[in-house]
């Protein structure tokens, strides 16, 4: 039982690392602009919704990731996806979250007359206008709302994917399907690199996301090595659906400097190369690798409680041995509306089911500040972490919290 109060949740300083915008919309909103634009969705209530597609408990992850099929489709032109993004920070600070990371494919709404270009600037333009209009309104001592977005490429795509994948497709129509994801995922990066060295869209990452099983971060090599070469932060989606050999690859492969989920990270009944003959060895020097690195994981508890079977309960969950290994972690939410959760409610399921006393919370809130992609230079960065962590420490001193 958490000894912690909810109040005292809600008024300290939060990230979230790991949120996917075209998950995390509001449910009405979702709702409003497929019946304008004549989308048909299983439900036009949203009881009926929770019901058929974002449901408490899915299958499987590709059972979760049938929702985006419907929140992409809504989110095909520039006041949309403006209209998602602003919205989205607005639910983030009306609930003390103080610094986001917005990823997203963008690959998934490019479209005849919307292109890259196009969807990059409306999603800032939308985190950009609700960011200054909150800062405008906050004491001198608080730390401003601020933001970045992370450039999400697919690990497994197909044409059915959108109208971009079926052109994309068909012009490399004599190359594999390994071929075409690797060739997506490289386009998608070069045009990153350029748009943020020729704008001031706060583009701070690099991931992969989708179908972990038999799509390995190994395919996307030579765009984080693109990434890597042009200064791009880097995140990979990786030990979600697969074990600690995922985890492996993105670090070693793809530069990670933070995973998202990492929930196998400790299962040796994942590791499936027959050429490693200790596990627990293997384990124990990945795990020693990542902490000794700070290479921070991106930890959704929510999310990994909805789409793992076998996790049926939140204390078989990894996070218990990810803390006692040292590692850095952030909490983090994933996706809003499909796992139906918000930062506080993260925060508030880890502290209620494991041991985590006043030093731990507070570690686990100020990495999330000094391990995240802050759009600026170091010494901004700096600054800015400072200044949370000190309102951080008021708000405990308040509560009576005091580490």
Do not use: W
């Not at 990059?120 to 206008?129: C, F, Y």
């Not at 040292?326 to 209620?352: G, P």
Request: aromatic fraction near 12%.
């Amino acid at each position: 039982m958490s000894h912690f109060s909810d109040e005292f949740i809600k008024a300290i300083p939060k990230t979230d690392l790991h949120v996917h915008l075209d998950g995390s919309l509001r449910l009405s909103t979702l709702i409003e602009l497929a019946t304008l634009k004549g989308i048909d969705l299983p439900s036009f209530s949203e009881d009926g919704l929770r019901k058929v597609v974002f449901k408490d408990k899915y299958d499987s992850l590709n059972d979760y990731l049938k929702g985006f099929s419907y929140t992409t489709q809504i989110m095909n032109d520039a006041l949309s996806m403006e209209r998602v993004a602003y919205e989205l920070v607005y639910d983030n600070f009306n609930e003390g979250v103080r610094y986001i990371e917005v990823r997203f494919a963008p690959q998934l709404h490019i479209r005849k007359g919307f292109s890259f270009e196009e969807i990059m600037t409306s999603v800032d333009n939308g985190l950009r206008k609700a960011q200054n209009e909150i800062n405008s309104h906050l004491n001198s001592d608080e730390p401003n709302f601020s933001y970045g977005i992370i450039v999400c490429a697919m690990r497994f795509c197909n044409e059915y994917f959108s109208e971009y994948y079926r052109d994309f497709f068909e012009i490399h129509k004599y190359s594999t399907i390994e071929e075409k994801i690797k060739l997506a995922s490289l386009e998608l990066v070069k045009a990153t690199v350029q748009l943020r060295d020729k704008t001031d869209i706060k583009i701070v990452g690099f991931d992969i996301a989708g179908s972990e099983y038999g799509y390995p971060a190994s395919n996307h090599t030579d765009s984080y090595n693109f990434a890597h070469n042009n200064f791009i932060h880097k995140t990979v989606h990786a030990g979600e659906a697969y074990g600690p050999e995922s985890i492996f690859l993105a670090i070693t492969k793809c530069h990670a400097d933070r995973i998202g989920h990492g929930l196998f990270l400790f299962d040796e009944n994942k590791i499936y190369d027959e050429n490693i003959k200790d596990k627990q060895k293997y384990i124990r020097d990945l795990t020693n690798y990542i902490a000794d690195r700070r290479i921070t994981i991106e930890v959704c508890l929510t999310s990994n409680l909805q789409t793992t079977p076998e996790l049926t309960d939140i204390k078989q969950h990894s996070l218990g041995k990810m803390l006692q290994n040292n590692i850095s972690i952030s909490l983090c939410t994933d996706n809003r509306l499909v796992s139906d959760t918000t930062v506080c409610n993260e925060i508030k399921l880890a502290v209620a089911n494991f041991n985590i006393n006043n030093d731990m919370l507070r570690n686990i809130i100020v990495y999330g500040f000094k391990r995240s992609f802050y759009y600026g230079s170091y010494s901004e960065k700096r600054k800015y972490v400072r200044k949370c962590i000190d309102y951080y420490d008021k708000i405990s001193k308040l509560y009576n919290y005091n580490t």
